[in-house]
């Protein structure tokens, strides 16, 4: 059995990236992601709230939202394809350090 140094950096890599990109949508759901999706969600019934005054604003701000969520996911999921794609752990530490700014 051989051992695949290469292979496991990559995994290993692989998992800073989640780690990386999970703080990044932590940060744009922000600390009361619950009260924006409760608001998104009595936006989208029709139903009156207290908690939501202007429909539109909040559907706005919820679509600008999965916006840039998607565009994370996006950057996330190339990033880890240049890693599996990479030849040499020097090229997976190119990657992690130009993509990740480490």
Same mark, same amino acid.
């Given at each position: 059995?051989t051992?695949?140094?290469?292979?496991s950096?990559?995994?290993?890599?692989e998992?800073?990236?989640?780690?990386?990109?999970a703080d990044?949508i932590?940060a744009?759901?922000g600390p009361?992601?619950i009260i924006?999706l =409760? *608001?998104r969600l009595?936006?989208?019934?029709?139903t009156t /709230?207290?908690?939501?005054d202007d429909?539109?604003?909040? +559907?706005?701000?919820?679509?600008?939202?999965d916006d840039?969520?998607?565009?994370l996911?996006?950057?996330?999921?190339? =990033? *880890?394809?240049?890693?599996r794609a990479?030849g040499s752990? /020097?090229?997976?530490?190119?990657?992690?350090?130009t993509? +990740?700014?480490?």
């Amino acid at each position: 059995m051989t051992f695949d140094r290469l292979g496991s950096f990559k995994a290993k890599a692989e998992t800073m990236v989640d780690a990386a990109y999970a703080d990044k949508i932590s940060a744009v759901l922000g600390p009361v992601s619950i009260i924006h999706l =409760i *608001k998104r969600l009595t936006a989208t019934s029709g139903t009156t /709230s207290l908690l939501v005054d202007d429909k539109d604003a909040v +559907l706005q701000k919820a679509a600008e939202q999965d916006d840039l969520l998607a565009t994370l996911d996006r950057e996330r999921r190339a =990033i *880890k394809q240049q890693i599996r794609a990479a030849g040499s752990i /020097s090229d997976v530490k190119t990657i992690l350090n130009t993509r +990740l700014e480490l």
